[in-house]
């Protein structure tokens, strides 16, 4: 096997999906690639680790949806086994202190809370469904909705505490951050590109419908393997340059690669470390300083058997908790262990991402044992991934726009800049956030570049 040349047609940052698919895509393509990776590893925000007995833990990004046609194209390609993200039974809603059960996804509230809330959520979906995904800005009220953030729109479309608290409680699941962190043009935009702001909330046919049983990872590192030496792991870059004849990327320890165009496929506020020469227009550094990442530590706890099955449990809790917001049932068929998925997300995450690993699970597990009886307590193992403390992600899911920022430079979201082009799932119009927004963007960005070196 020949080894990739020091100079190659394209450079790519990052080996997470989205650079992995480009890198594929131009390789089939005929175009020799090399993908600069900071990490040990590749997956970037897909990480799948394993437990004693060899099941596949997804402590980054897992689920999938049907819809996500690139990602399903993938299974299909490399045979991944996958299997229905389990949901029957009775699922928690923690609201103010005080649970309540339910079945299907209408939560038990009083009457009036409930058709409060339900008539707030046909509102959103509505303005949702006018948002352009491929340019929010252009909206007919883009300057209104992007100038109030999610929070103020909350208060203002809801008469009842519950329905409040319940909306707070979503936006904290979906987007990670509290809702006076994002704009309401950001949530709106992002509901509509991934079809509903209630597809986004469900799991059967919505966004946490189907998992892989050997993990997310099995996704990507077909991708890589088949990449051979083109990927590059611990290569952080810290600069680059580029000019008439091509582009080259700087790493710390003093390496240097070089290309004809290159595909950054950072989230943006990770772009911000690096020193762009000649330096990037004054929208795109906008783009880098506006978009801040959501805050989120993922826990999954590991049991002899999933035991709160036989209390008629889904595993399935949203709840306005001061430590975990979300839990799911994260068992795995054909495992000998049951087990549960927790989600510290928004400011729970920012302020457990400080606190002594010991101290974080402890708190978790006083969550999971309220919601699922004395034995949640005492799991036989217990994973997290403190995403907020990981150098190069510094939060997750993905980084989003506060109030303002669309206006003021989401145009040049995929804008090139030059040899240098934008990939990464917050550049997506389809799915934007997930892991298809990654692929879609990967293919959106190559097809740029082919167009440019044709
Ligand atoms: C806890 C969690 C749960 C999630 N759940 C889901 C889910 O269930 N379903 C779903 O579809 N999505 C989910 N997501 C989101 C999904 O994981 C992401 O949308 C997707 O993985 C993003 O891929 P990407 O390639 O755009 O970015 P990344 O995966 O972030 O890739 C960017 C890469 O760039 C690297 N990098 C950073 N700085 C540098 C540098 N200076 N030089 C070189 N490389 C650098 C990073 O290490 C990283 O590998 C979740 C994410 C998290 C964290």
Same mark, same amino acid.
């Given at each position: 096997?020949?080894?990739? /040349?020091?100079?190659? !047609? ?16 131009? &390789? ?24 004693? !007995?060899?099941?596949?833990? !997804? ?26 993200? +389990?949901?029957?039974?009775? %699922? ?8 309540? &059960? ?33 340019? +929010?800005?252009? #909206? ?46 950001? *949530? ?10 209630? %597809? ?21 590192? /077909? *991708? ?34 070089? #290309? ?19 330096? *990037? ?16 530590? %993922? ?48 400011? #729970? ?6 606190? /002594?690993? +010991?101290? &974080? ?6 969550? *999971? ?9 005492? /799991?036989?193992? =217990? ?17 989003? =726009? ?28 389809? =799915? +934007? ?8 963007? #990967? ?12």
């Amino acid at each position: 096997m020949s080894s990739t /040349p020091q100079t190659t !047609d394209v450079l790519i940052l990052g080996a997470g999906a989205s650079g992995l698919h480009a890198a594929d895509i131009l &390789r089939r393509a005929g175009r020799t690639v090399r993908v600069l990776e900071a990490r040990s590893r590749i997956g970037g925000r897909i990480e799948t680790v394993s437990a004693d !007995d060899g099941t596949a833990l !997804d402590v980054g990004g897992q689920w999938l949806s049907r819809d996500h046609v690139r990602a399903i194209g993938l299974v299909r390609r490399f045979r991944i086994p996958t299997f229905p993200q +389990p949901c029957d039974g009775t %699922k928690l809603l923690e609201i103010g202190g005080r649970i309540s &059960r339910h079945q299907g996804d209408i939560p038990q509230l009083p009457i009036w809370s409930l058709l409060d809330l339900q008539q707030a959520i046909s509102r959103l979906e509505r303005l949702a469904r006018r948002i352009p995904v491929d340019s +929010p800005w252009l #909206a007919h009220d883009a300057h209104a909705l992007d100038t109030r953030s999610a929070e103020d729109w909350i208060r203002n479309a809801t008469l009842t505490d519950d329905a409040r608290e319940c909306l707070r409680a979503a936006v904290r699941a979906i987007h990670a951050c509290e809702p006076r962190d994002i704009s309401m043009l950001q *949530l709106l935009w992002y509901a509509h590109g991934n079809v509903s702001f209630m %597809k986004l909330a469900t799991i059967r046919d919505g966004a946490q419908d189907i998992r892989m049983t050997r993990g997310a990872i099995s996704l990507l590192q /077909p *991708l890589a393997d088949s990449l051979h030496d083109a990927v590059v792991t611990d290569a952080a870059v810290v600069a680059i340059d580029q000019d008439a004849e091509g582009v080259a990327a700087r790493l710390a320890d003093g390496r240097s690669f070089s #290309a004809r165009r290159l595909i950054c496929s950072l989230a943006p506020p990770q772009a911000a470390d690096i020193a762009f020469a000649p330096a *990037l227009p004054s929208r795109r550094i906008a783009v880098h300083q506006r978009m801040t990442m959501g805050s989120v530590i %993922k826990c999954i706890a590991l049991y002899d058997r999933p035991f709160w099955r036989d209390d008629g449990l889904s595993g399935e809790v949203v709840s306005d908790d001061c430590t975990v917001q979300l839990a799911f049932d994260e068992t795995v068929p054909g495992s000998d262990h049951g087990a549960l998925v927790a989600f510290v997300n928004g400011d #729970a995450a920012r302020r457990w991402t400080r606190a /002594p690993a +010991p101290d &974080r699970r402890d708190a978790v597990l006083r969550s *999971l044992a309220r919601w699922f009886g004395e034995r949640a307590g005492h /799991p036989i193992a =217990f994973v997290e991934r403190n995403w907020p403390a990981e150098p190069f992600s510094r939060g997750c899911y993905v980084a989003q =726009f506060g109030p303002g920022g669309w206006l003021a430079c989401g145009d040049a979201l995929r804008q090139p800049c030059g040899r240098i082009h934008w990939a990464g799932t917050e550049t997506a119009t389809v =799915f +934007p956030g997930y892991i298809e927004g990654a692929l879609e963007a #990967a293919e959106r960005a190559t097809h740029e570049v082919l167009g440019a070196c044709a």
